[in-house]
């Protein structure tokens, strides 16, 4: 049937498909409730495509089918795999894995996703393609995981995404936020047109009108309400009014429809419910297994529940949820049952699993086993959230309490890790009932402790992670050295605002209890063993070992199972405590590079965060921003809110102060709520590098001083070298003294130039008279040999302000001349103001930064012109940031514009910042 009425729906259809031709991609989301007309709107979509050039593809989601992991995904991109050659060949591999095509580690989501981007866009080279998502609320999480990351990164490919999802389902909505449609009743005008259709012969007014006025303008209501009516109802409405939903009106039409048929259709119905890929030869082959012939469905079609050809198609989802949610249970199981039988075990194990796990009344060892089967190939598949439904289920029917215990602790676990923390808290409370022995009890309490750590970050996970690691103590020592690390990284996310165990509270329990490391010690053995030893015996006594951790860690040739990749993030703070730039670096550019290659979109914002803060330091500002750009394009992607710290920082020694004053009170207030004492260390740290800078010492030494009081780990080592030149500069040269002793011992125990390089800053601010001038030039030649330019500016920056007041103007020009070059060359604006006021004290006036071609582009362009300046191909950057090739070109056009060249080769010898 035509679509009827609906014309801005249309118009915004047309529009779509228009700017697709035109090389702009589009999506919508259709929403609306059961019935109202959303497959119509994409019907409508398709027969509009079809005729002006467009490949279709479908996906359409089935409730039955939602713990199939990728199964949506696959009816969609099935058609497009012989295109899947031209990938990069771990895109590919993704694809494969994910399909089932294939062997090899669980793709990222990420990964995956940009496998689908880049195949749409392949596939759009040829002509514009329309992919059309039916039942999205039916999707399996997987699936609707990567649509949605697809439908955030499209934007120059010729591709269209157009969704319907249905409203009133629960669950989290993966597309919230990307443009959307919401269709409304059909207007009294329409709505009598389509009823008038549906029956066929006049109604009476009075009847027509209550139909029109109980349908609501649900077009779905409008056909069927009439045809499941009461004679009644039809003759003139001599009926009590039903109070229930249009959809629920909707659906209890179905089922009434169905309840008339005969015993062997309406099980031949109950079959092809449970049965979602809608195969008509697995539905003859299951009705076979059940003794029904092909004459049992004449009626159901008759009925107009349902049509059979090559495939199977319900009328509407609400039919075919009607159909089997009346079937009684054992009918359900029967049709399973059968499924199961005609299901291929060797093409399709997981399916034919399934379903002969719901035809099992009570508990049955085996088809629990052969779900758990399952769970481990969906799991290799990357499908965690799937596996943790294939394991509850196999929980339920295991007949042995102790395995029945130890498998629902294994979906407690992969439900944590598909991020379903709520599920795996209810399985946790399911599997305490046990029996469990000593080791799983322990685990269970490790999972209960690290879902708290992760819902919170407050303090209570650290007190949770340090019974759990002792309990683990005599069972497992490798897993108890991990919980203690786990407790050391929670309670310094508590850190001052802790309410239960701080660092030195676990740091004193792991010197007690922990066991001894293995030999040789792997990484995560030398940082407990080093972070131990710094809140047992002090900084100086832990360098050596947490040297070895770094070292290990920077290295990282341990074997797969040690996955050394869960304390990059703890490392990289170590790092900073022991002003090691180069670890620093290392690990940050490393977990970088990794995330990149496999596609983690759980670990590369944070990531890209930590290089940021890498780049601010070394004074490549410009380029901190062009990847907290790409974290904004990857936060847009995943709906996920952005990491706020490294913006602060790059704001902060940009010399930005609103912006970082209000990045400031909104962090803190939220790290307040949320008990994260570590934040208000590092915000501090922020804020003293921002009124340095200002030259509003007062203020740097008021928020320096919090972090080296408390000796936050790993803020005091950056906020002592702020303290001491803020405190010197305002007047209190008792504490810029004492904190320079404190700093200059930890400085040789680090034996880094980094950390030398900044004592020696510090003790030249703290010295009077002639001697400072060794300090001085002591700190220059060190800084200089190292990675943090900033702090080499600022070197130059602050020795000059001393010569000018030792009077040797010519002297302190030539210093701060350099000081200000560097810091206006980073964009460090108020230290570069700095010196440029020092600069005009000695009768020099600095040299104004001159407006580059540059300045033009945005931070994603410069990012994809330093790529491209490097011989990068349109794919190979496309890869890297997510996005297709085509919206790379798309990009180029517009940075050749802005740069006045018409090149690559142009681009590779222009001077980029």
Known sequence: MALLGRPA??????????????????????????????????????????????????????????????????????????????????????????????????????????????????????GPVLCLVDDVQWLDEASAQVLAFVARRVSAERVVLLFARRDSVAGDDPLAGLPEMRLDGLGDSDARQLLATAVGTPLDEGVCNRIIAEARGNPLALLELPRGGSAALLAGGFEVPEAASVPSRIEDSFRRRSAHLPAETRLLLVVAAAEPTGEAALLWRAAAELGIGPEAAAPAEASGLLEIGDRVWFRHPLARSAVYHAATPPDQRRAHAALAAATDAQRDPDRRAWHRARSVLGTDEEAAAELARSAGRVRARGG??????????????????????????????????????????????????????????????????????????????????????????????????????????????????????????????????????????????????????????????????????????????????????????????????????????????????????????????????????????TGELSRAAELLSEVDEISRATGAPPLPNARFILAAWRGRQSEATALSVAIVADATRRGEGTTLGSSEVSMAYLHNGLGNYPAALASATPPWEHDDFPHSSSAVPELVEAASRAGDPEQAAGAVEELSSRARASGTEFGLGLAARSRALTTVGPDAEVHYREAIERLGRCRMATHLARAHLVYGEWLRRQGRRQDAREQLRTAHDLLSAMGAEAFAARAARELRATGEHPRKRTAQPTDALTAQEAQIARLVATGATSREVAAQLFLSPRTIDAHLRNIFRKLDITSRRQLRDFPLP
């Open 384 to 617: 965690l959230a799937a596996a943790a439904a294939f394991l509850e289920r196999a929980a339920e029917l295991t007949p042995d309490p102790s395995a029945r215990a130890t498998r629902t602790l294994e979906a407690a676990y992969a439900s944590h890790g598909a991020g379903a923390s709520d599920a795996a808290l209810e399985l946790l409370a399911n599997a305490a009932a046990g029996p469990l022995d000593a080791l799983q009890c322990a685990k269970l309490e490790l999972l209960r402790a690290q879902i708290a750590f992760h819902s919170t970050r407050g303090s209570e996970g650290a007190t949770m992670l340090l019974d759990a690691a002792r309990t683990l103590g005599p069972l497992d020592a490798a897993l108890a050295r991990e919980a203690y690390v786990q407790a050391f990284e929670a309670s310094f996310h508590a850190g001052r605002l802790s309410r239960g165990r701080g660092m030195r509270e676990v740091a004193e329990a792991a010197a007690q209890e922990a066991p001894p490391p293995p030999t040789p010690p792997r990484a995560v053995d030398l940082l407990l063993d080093g972070l131990t030893t710094r809140f047992t015996h002090g900084y100086e006594a832990s360098v050596p070992t947490l040297r070895l951790a770094l070292e290990a860690l920077c290295q990282d040739d341990a074997p797969p199972e040690e996955d050394n990749g869960r304390w990059l993030w703890l490392a990289c703070h170590v790092s900073v405590m022991l002003w090691d730039d180069e670890s620093f670096f290392t690990l940050a550019s490393g977990a970088v590079r990794n995330a990149r290659e496999t596609g983690a979109l759980s670990t590369l914002p944070a990531a890209l965060n930590a290089m940021s803060v890498v780049l601010v330091l």
């Open 9 to 126: 729906e249309r118009e915004a259809i047309e529009r779509l498909l228009s700017d697709a031709q035109a090389e702009r991609s589009g999506v919508l989301v259709v929403r609306g409730e059961a019935g109202i007309g959303k497959s119509a709107i994409l019907e409508h979509a398709r027969d509009a495509a079809s005729s002006c050039g467009f490949r279709v593809e479908t996906s359409v989601g089935v409730e039955a089918e939602t713990q199939f992991a990728f199964a949506g995904l696959h009816q969609l991109c099935a058609p497009l795999l012989d295109r899947a050659g031209e990938l990069p060949v771990p895109q590919q591999a993704a694809l494969g894995v994910a399909f089932g095509q294939r062997s090899g580690p669980a793709p990222e989501g990420l990964l995956l996703g940009l496998a689908v981007l880049h195949l749409l866009a392949g596939v759009a080279e040829d």
